[in-house]
């Protein structure tokens, strides 16, 4: 990432840490977001993300690096002088107010006049579907409208960013997956810049433009949900991202990386014979065979392990040699499919993502 915010973008956080006494929470992070975009900071529970989501909005202040929105620096403002809004995991509706009065709070108490404050509380709630239920109260709705009287408040104040700490996790599956559309809609019809906290990959990968995936503090990889996913950056990414067979190679100089599993040799420019390497392969396209070669795949012979049939999909796993490889397909495993059975493995070579292990993994498993 560059060292120099871009000139068009709205959000710029340049070489931010943060420390929790001995603790190094954020790792010299920076990032760029533009007007209009849905970003995802994505990782597992202590990765950093909501850390750095609360030092975006002010509520924990980096111990150094700078955090620009709109051109000006706010790294030292509190919350309330940035031009930005947050919604967290609980919705902290004013239970005393009505609904039509708790999104007005946010106008009125930056200064606008009841009369005004009242009709952008109302097309706001027109916006996500709530205009019916502006007399009643919080207690009287579900948690998906509760959800949606939040990020109606949250952006009455017109904010030039809008921030979102899981705002989805008290919500059962069903509804979750509903309010994933909704809000992805809402996003485009506002034009606002959302910056979402989720440790949820397919709800990343479902909303975001741009998909931030961090880990220990630090970002280790930004790009769109595709190219995640086909072209991991580290073995953590894709690892986490998604399921995936993730299998040793042996650098042979220029020739290029030998694979563990069918002892393929694939292309890798710069192969360096000291560099520990791992390919990544995905289940989808590891194929199940019944002949030892197929036209243009690697193939290899080994025993079913497990089958774990979920009716829409089977996921198969298959041991060649010291190695596990799941495939899945899509229905029933198919008759002959069962554990200890031997069976053929095959894949296209073009498939397979290398990976250049740091040195820090090199005396890893």
Avoid: W
Avoid at 65 to 77: K, S
Avoid at 140 to 157: D, I, K, P, T, Y
Avoid at 241 to 252: D, K, Q, Y
């Amino acid at each position: 990432m560059s060292a120099t915010p871009k000139p068009d973008a709205l959000l710029s956080i340049r070489s931010i840490d943060k420390y929790f006494g001995t603790y190094h929470a954020l790792r010299d992070v920076s990032l760029d977001v533009a007007h209009g975009e849905f970003v995802a900071l994505l990782g597992p529970s202590g990765c950093g993300k909501t850390t750095l989501l609360r030092c975006i909005a002010g509520f924990l202040s980096p111990d150094s690096g700078t955090i620009r929105i709109g051109g000006e620096d706010v790294t030292r403002l509190p919350p309330h002088r940035r031009p930005l809004n947050t919604v967290f995991q609980h919705y902290a509706l004013f239970p005393h107010l009505s609904i039509l009065d708790n999104v007005a709070y946010g106008p009125r108490r930056h200064g606008v006049a009841r009369g005004e404050a009242l009709e952008r509380a109302r097309e706001a709630l027109e916006l996500v579907g709530l205009d019916s239920a502006a007399g009643r109260h919080p207690r009287e709705l579900s948690g998906g409208q509760q959800q949606r009287v939040a990020l109606a408040r949250a952006f009455v104040n017109r904010p030039k960013l809008l921030l979102l700490d899981e705002p989805l996790s008290a919500l059962d599956l069903k509804l979750r997956k509903r309010m994933q559309i909704e809000l992805k809609h809402l996003q485009e019809k506002l034009g606002i810049a959302f910056v979402f906290v989720t440790h949820d990959q397919e709800e990343a990968m479902s909303m975001a433009n741009r998909i931030v995936v961090m880990n220990r503090g630090v970002i280790e990889q930004v790009g769109d949900g595709r190219a995640i996913y086909t072209r991991p950056a580290s073995r953590f990414v894709a690892d986490f991202i998604g399921e995936a067979n993730l299998l040793p190679g042996t650098a042979e100089g220029d020739a290029g990386v030998r694979l563990a599993v069918g002892s393929a040799l694939l292309p890798h420019l710069g192969a360096d014979t000291r560099q520990r390497y791992t390919a990544v392969l995905r289940p989808e396209h590891v194929e199940l065979l019944k002949e030892p070669e197929a036209p243009g795949l690697i193939t290899d012979q080994g025993f079913v392990e497990d089958v774990i049939d979920t009716g829409g999909q089977t996921v198969v796993t298959v041991r060649v040699g010291e190695h596990l490889l799941a495939s899945r397909r899509l229905g029933m495993a198919g008759e002959g499919l069962n554990p200890g059975a031997p069976v053929f493995v095959g894949f296209r070579p073009g498939h397979v993502h290398i990976i250049a292990e740091p040195a820090t993994h090199r005396s890893g498993p």
